[in-house]
């Protein structure tokens, strides 16, 4: 039993003996060796201590003892065979006899007889007491250098099974050769290896692997026993609880059968002989031996031509290697030193314990790597074989074979080879197939985590086959195998280089390796140490139940954007790495674990209908305030963080490529994007290189920003000290805008000597504040107050570029009362502060800059208005500026100037018409038109003269500017002067006609506009454009020395007409007089109505003189008049007088007089 305490003394014994026969075949020098154990030995059977009666048939028991030169060929019971099955040039060496049995076709069968006898014969050979003897010579110098061997006590078999066991460390070649025969015969029948029969025998019964007893079965298909019971251990690994649980002490004699095996396929008989065509068909040039043939098997597993049998194997073979990583040979000769220097197999007692399984392994050697340790480049190597191996073949896996079986049966059945199901699987767990169970998506992670494809794409076999001709186009700059190239596939998603298959592929894999962030090893080589020092994680294969690997990367990109005020940072390579990472993850909601974790919910909710390339998060973004707390506190950072470096949106980055490179390259090749970018796309969102896509996504991105200060980067690190001290508790960005702006507003009319909002917050609120003109969408309440009429009246207006605000402003009669009032609201600010108008700012960019330049923005209209008629004026701005006259003099509210300069001549001409005014609602030209008639009647104030004399100049030139004479006239225009009205440049046509078809004009209300027209002209003849035009040569020659205004100019004219002496340029002297003749009409019409007026009447009278004759006289006669009267009233005055001195009482003669009673 000595033999037998342990599985490498059975191996020992059988190695032994057939060493004597290899050391024949080989080494012919010593003939005297091998025909003592090999020709001389005693015939099979005749040592009955060897082999029980029982198990020797009758044929074999009965044959006499042999002499020395014995030979397998000279008996009866394999003649036949032996002639049928091996050349003659055999028959003369035992061992090459056996060999020719044991390697027979499968297909081919032997007689029972010769079966036994080849058993007794494999026996006696493990048992002669000359085995070790022979072990000694042929193996006398290893011995010495192996420690355990040389201590060995000799005579008991423990020599021959210490050296099978350390024949990885064998460098002696006979040696070498003797041990690998012996072990050739020792796999050809499980029996023969010590102790496997008794530690096996109940497992092979209760798993049906065979009978043990000889003669039931075929002795060299034995191979199927071990094969049976493999199996059987695989599936107890998948199965668990379903399947036979196999005792402890048989699995790891299976294991070491395994091990054993693992240095030459012929020591696995079922794989032998499953696989003998196939190794000939795919691995013919491939040696024996090292686990060579084993490795190019494996490497043609999926091909086409491998049979099935073959491929089972194998399979079998490779989920023992998933369980220890011994079962390979090549593996654990590679990797030895390195397993024993980072100290990778502890547990040395235990072959299926943690350390031996093939993850662990890989984990172990993966994170030394990872670390920058050094490890061979061999075991690298072979790393790498198996590594490639557990992605292409998922039920190598035990873990996802138990867990993730009902995912598998209901989506990827028919996907077994080249990793496709395990592809599948991730497919599921994207949630593109259905759901899967928690325990699969454990078990997928593991896995992936295990084979770390981050490393090296080639080792997803679906994923590097999908992507090669995107890899040979889009990242050949890129060295093969590199960890990069994952990256560069990533930014060439959704681009024309990717194909679809590759990109299904990618973001399968994508998804995994997002929510370990040690399974990119970029990152993790660049962030370790800030890992470290920042999250407290530990080696990379190690996890922490406080810091699990998914919440790594939040804990670093939370790191990543801080300021120095903020705190500790990440080193600046770690930032590039998590920035790079983060515009990965903006490709596909799903690459963001902790997004679709918390946000799961509201995706089904909100988003079910949104699956378009970065729809998901647009739309969670839309949706933020209907969205659960923890999804809305997650979408709500990464918006944020999205402001601060927009280059994280990947897919808007590239559609706005184009006007990058145009227009804003300078911030765009800046390393730290602090919002600069956004910016500038804003600012030249309405280019020609601007796209549609470009155009969605910014205004997308700005809409966005709405919803929360915090989302405009610039803004919030510019305004957050104004905002907590001036705007507590107020969140939207809109809201912000306003509080701000209206205490700067606030703050400068009042001028107070300090602002309360800082200087940077108010350059940064000047931009916010153009930005949000540009889109009525960034108006969230003029939006939602006038969405009605947009629809009703701005359908086929698109958003942007103001477009939307000015059709509502042109269609502001016709909008309601609610959406009326924003936008009356709108135009008060925008002519308050032209530069908020946005589209006035983009039509005349081109004309401000050649007028303008030094003009203050608030004064910026009025410049414009002020070059209006210049030669040089764009004609579109010129339409641009009549537009915003007009809009001006609806309401005096809409002309800060105008406001300004008469506030007090307003409420004190005007105080009837603004006691009937509403706060948000036009006058309709009502209290302009009030001042126009004291300005005719000269009564204004100087500087509000000033500025109703301008708006007479303008409105004489243009009807249009004039509302209360379009709002009247309206259809007199059409029906008197439909000519001139059409015209495309208005020149006072309009306003001329109607004066010569006074007569023809119908309507009261018309009329009297128009003879208020002729009114202000006579106060300034600048008023009158048609006559001013006409008598520009006479003024200049006659009237040059008199100041304009108060109808100065145009008494010096009708002065010059009336006198014979002046001769008037014939146009201007029949426009005088045609003046003359409207005035007077006028006057008929519509009496004077003060004594301006008449005076005005009688100036412009052509009996002028006559009527300042008659009234000279008559005022001379009412001053002789007068006089008269005074001296009559003077004597009458003294006669009264004197009679009263001379009819004098004194106080007594008072007291004489009786009084009447009645006048008591």
């Known amino acids: 039993m000595a033999a037998c305490r342990r599985v490498q003394l059975l191996l020992l014994l059988m190695s032994a003996s057939f060493c004597i026969c290899t050391i024949q075949a080989f080494k012919t020098q010593n003939n005297g060796i091998g025909n003592g154990l090999g020709n001389q030995q005693n015939a099979p059977g005749l040592n009955g201590a060897a082999v029980p009666v029982k198990d020797v048939p009758v044929a074999a028991a009965s044959q006499p003892r042999r002499t020395a030169g014995w030979k397998l060929a000279e008996e009866e019971a394999c003649r036949e065979d032996l002639t049928r099955l091996c050349p003659k040039n055999t028959w003369t060496n035992n061992l090459a006899v056996l060999e020719c049995f044991q390697e027979r076709k499968e297909d081919t069968e032997i007689a029972a007889d010769c079966n ?76 023969l290896i010590c102790g496997f029969m008794d530690k096996c025998r109940e497992d092979i019964n209760t798993l049906h692997c065979g009978s043990i007893s000889t003669g039931e079965k075929d002795i060299h ?10 199996k059987a251990l695989v599936r107890e690994a998948e199965q668990q609880d379903l399947a036979h649980p196999i005792r402890d002490e048989c699995k790891k004699s299976i294991m070491r059968v395994a091990e054993l095996s693992s240095d030459d396929f012929h020591l696995d008989r079922y794989l032998y002989f499953s696989c003998r065509e196939d190794r000939e068909r795919f691995c013919e040039n491939t040696q024996a031996g090292e686990g060579k043939v084993y490795k190019c098997l494996f490497n043609h597993k999926f091909e086409e031509g491998m049979s099935e049998k073959c491929r089972d194997a194998l399979t079998t073979r490779q989920k023992l ?55 061979s480049g061999d075991c690298q190597g072979e790393m790498l074989d198996y590594r490639r191996m557990l992605m292409e073949d998922f039920s190598l896996s035990p873990e996802i074979v138990l867990h993730c079986r009902g995912e598998i049966e209901a989506h990827c059945s028919g996907l077994h080879r080249k ?57 050949k700059h890129i060295r093969n195998g590199d960890p990069m190239i994952l990256s560069c596939l990533m930014e060439h998603l959704y681009t024309e280089k990717m194909v679809e298959e590759c990109e299904h592929r990618l973001l399968e894999l994508q998804y995994f390796i997002s929510r370990d962030w040690k399974l990119d090893p970029i990152l993790y080589k660049k962030c370790q140490g800030d890992a470290a020092r920042l999250c407290h994680t530990h080696d990379w294969n190690e996890t922490s139940e406080m810091m699990p690997p998914g919440a790594v990367f939040s804990c670093l990109y939370r790191h990543a954007y801080r300021t120095e005020e903020q705190g500790r940072r990440l080193s600046r390579d770690c930032k590039v790495e998590v920035q790079r990472i983060l515009h990965q993850r903006a490709l596909d909601v799903k690459l963001d674990p902790e997004l679709q974790k918390r946000c799961m919910t509201d995706l089904g909710k909100w988003c079910s209908e949104k699956t378009d390339t970065g729809q998901e998060l647009e739309c969670l973004q839309d949706h933020l305030e209907d969205l659960v707390s923890e999804c809305r506190d997650v979408v709500g950072n990464l918006t944020e963080l999205e402001s601060e470096d927009i280059q994280i949106e990947a897919l808007l980055i590239r559609a706005c490529e184009p006007v990058i490179q145009s227009h804003c390259h300078d911030v765009a090749d800046n390393q730290i994007d602090t919002g600069d970018l956004m910016e500038c796309l804003v600012q030249n969102k309405h280019q020609k290189e601007m796209n549609d896509k470009c155009t969605v996504g910014v205004t997308h991105f700005q809409l966005i920003q709405m919803k929360d200060f915090r989302f405009s980067y610039k803004f919030k690190m510019a305004c957050k000290e104004d905002v907590l001290k001036l705007c507590p508790n107020i969140k939207k960005k809109v809201d912000v805008v306003i509080c701000l702006s209206s205490t700067v507003r606030n703050d400068t009319l009042q001028d107070v000597k300090e602002q309360r909002v800082s200087l940077k917050c108010r350059k940064q609120l000047r931009v916010e504040e153009l930005e949000m003109s540009e889109d009525i969408r960034l108006e969230p309440d003029l939006y939602d107050s006038c969405k009605t009429d947009i629809s009703r009246l701005c359908s086929n207006v698109a958003f942007g570029n103001a477009q939307m605000i ?77 537009k915003r006259q007009i809009t001006q003099n609806t309401d005096y509210r809409l002309n800060p100037v105008l406001r300004k300069a008469c506030k007090a001549d307003i409420p004190k001409f005007c105080q009837g018409i603004l006691n009937k005014a509403s706060d948000d609602s036009e006058l309709e030209g009502q209290v302009i038109s009030c001042l126009k008639l004291k300005y005719a009647d000269q009564r204004l104030s100087s500087d509000c003269e000033d500025q109703i004399r301008v708006i007479l100049q303008e409105s004489a030139l243009d009807y249009r500017l004039d509302p209360q004479l379009q709002m009247h006239c309206t259809e007199e225009i059409n029906r008197l002067c439909a000519e001139e009205a059409s015209a495309q440049e208005q020149t006072g046509q309009v306003e001329e006609c109607l004066k010569v078809n006074l007569l023809k004009i119908k309507h009261e209300t018309c009329k009297k506009e128009v003879l208020n027209m002729l009114k202000e002209s006579k106060a300034d003849i600048f008023v009158d454009p048609v006559l001013h035009t006409a ?26 007409l009336q006198d014979k002496r002046v001769r008037l340029q014939p146009e201007c002297k029949k426009r005088l007089q045609d003046r003359i003749d409207m005035w007077s009409y006028a006057a008929k019409v519509a009496p004077a109505e003060g004594f301006s007026d008449l005076a ?56 004489k007089v009786p009084l009447k009673p009645e006048l008591l």
Not at 221 to 228: D, K, L, P, T, Y
């Open 116 to 191: 036994h006898l080849l058993w007794n014969y494999k026996l006696n050979l493990t048992t002669d007491s000359k085995f070790e003897s022979v072990a000694m010579e042929v193996c006398k110098s290893t011995i010495p250098e192996i420690k355990e061997c040389n201590e060995e006590e000799r005579g008991r078999g423990f020599l021959v099974s210490c050296l099978v066991d350390h024949r990885g460390n064998i460098t002696e070649n006979h040696c070498q050769q003797y041990v690998t025969k012996m072990t050739s015969i020792i796999f050809s029948d499980y029996r």
């Open 221 to 230: 298909s034995q191979g199927e026993v071990i094969a049976c019971l493999e």
């Open 321 to 375: 290697i998933a369980q220890d990583y011994k079962v390979s040979y090549s593996l654990a000769k590679a990797c030895k030193a390195d397993l024993r220097k980072y100290r990778c197999n502890l547990d040395t007692n235990l072959p299926r314990a943690r350390e031996a399984r093939l993850s662990y392994l890989l984990l172990c050697l993966e994170s030394a790597v990872h670390r920058g340790r050094t490890v």
């Open 419 to 475: 990793g496709r199901t395990l592809h599948c699987l991730m497919k599921v767990a994207r949630g593109d197939k259905g759901t899967v169970d928690g325990l699969c998506q454990s078990a997928l992670q593991t896995l992936i985590q295990s084979a770390d494809p981050g490393a090296d794409y080639r080792i997803d076999r679906a994923l590097n086959e999908a992507c090669e001709s995107v890899i040979q186009t889009a990242c």
């Open 806 to 882: 000015e059709c509502l402003k042109e269609s502001k009669k016709q909008l309601s009362q609610r959406c009326h009032q924003k936008v009356f609201k709108l135009q008060e600010v925008e002519m308050m502060d032209p530069e908020l108008d946005y589209q006035l700012m983009r039509v005349c960019k081109q004309m401000i800059k050649r007028f303008c330049t030094e003009a203050d923005a608030k004064n910026m209209l009025q410049c414009l208005k002020q070059n209006k008629n210049s030669e040089l004026m764009d004609p579109k701005c010129k339409q641009m500026i009549t």
């Open 1031 to 1056: 008598c520009a040569l006479d003024l200049k020659h006659h009237c040059a020395a008199i100041t304009p205004g108060r109808g100065r100019q145009m008494s010096c004219l009708m002065e010059a």
């Open 1096 to 1151: 005005m009447q009688v100036m412009t009278s052509p009996s002028k003189n006559y009527i300042l004759l008659m009234i000279t006289v008559g005022v001379c006669m009412l001053f002789l008049v007068g006089l008269l009267c005074g001296r009559i009233t003077k004597r009458v005055t003294q006669e009264l007088k004197d009679s009263w001195s001379s009819c004098s009482w004194s106080s007594s003669d008072y007291q």
